[in-house]
T-cell receptor
């Protein structure tokens, strides 16, 4: 299995531009998570999906952030417009089931976003 | 509300020495507890997890952790640290209910000196 795939691995953009991060979960997994990691705030859960349906998006910082999961094998996290404070590493993770913490989460390698 | 505290931000251990990373949690019932490791430039990888039963849990790479309900702790240990263990370690807590997610601690960075 290829594991969780994220693209791009690195993204450098200018303030005000739209940024789209992509994630392909492990095949057969039913839950998908988006996290943001910064030195100041550590690892933060942004949003997660069960069976492609958003369950909790309370971690999404503001309306500039949106996430979609159009099918079981693909998800996007979009920032529009981007700001320098959005600079962080964004991780996608997937887990096999729906039963909360009993499932191991498998993390992708992350996307390092730099907004100038 | 659930919470996880990792009191040590950074720890340095000599290669070959023993290691203990601390984790304290706040949760009403018996929690599900995890330790993840993140190597530089990589995503998080599960080291071990505790759901129930034996309170001493064995994981990958020679790590173990002990659940102590009376102390609300789930400390990670390794008897002899290798230079390749230098990484960031995260403790996490969750509950086994659909529609819930893990709560991660802030992490502890481990440096290994020769």
């Amino acid at each position: 299995d290829a594991g969780v795939i994220q693209s791009p691995r690195h993204e450098v953009t200018e303030m005000g531009q739209e940024v789209t991060l992509r994630c392909k979960p492990i095949s057969g997994h039913n839950s998908l998570f988006w996290y943001r990691q910064t030195m100041m705030r550590g690892l933060e859960l942004l949003i997660y999906f069960n069976n492609n349906v958003p369950i909790d998006d309370s971690g999404m910082p503001e309306d500039r952030f949106s996430a979609k999961m159009p099918n079981a094998s693909f998800s996007t996290l979009k920032i529009q417009p981007s700001e320098p404070r959005d600079s962080a590493v964004y991780f996608c993770a997937s887990s096999p089931g729906l039963a909360g913490a009993s499932d191991t989460q498998y993390f992708g390698p992350g996307t390092r976003l730099t907004v100038l | 509300a659930q919470s996880v505290t990792q009191p040590d931000i950074h720890i340095t251990v000599s290669e070959g020495a023993s290691l203990e990373l601390r984790c304290n949690y706040s949760y009403g019932a018996t929690p599900y507890l995890f330790w993840y490791v993140q190597s530089p430039g990589q995503g998080l990888q599960l080291l071990l997890k505790y759901f129930s039963g034996d309170t001493l849990v064995q994981g990958i790479k020679g790590f173990e952790a002990e659940f102590k309900r009376s102390q609300s702790s789930f400390n990670l240990r390794k008897p002899s640290v290798h230079w390749s263990d230098a990484a960031e370690y995260f403790c996490a807590v969750g509950e086994n209910q659909a529609g819930t997610a893990l709560i991660f601690g802030k992490g502890t960075t481990l440096s290994v000196s020769s």
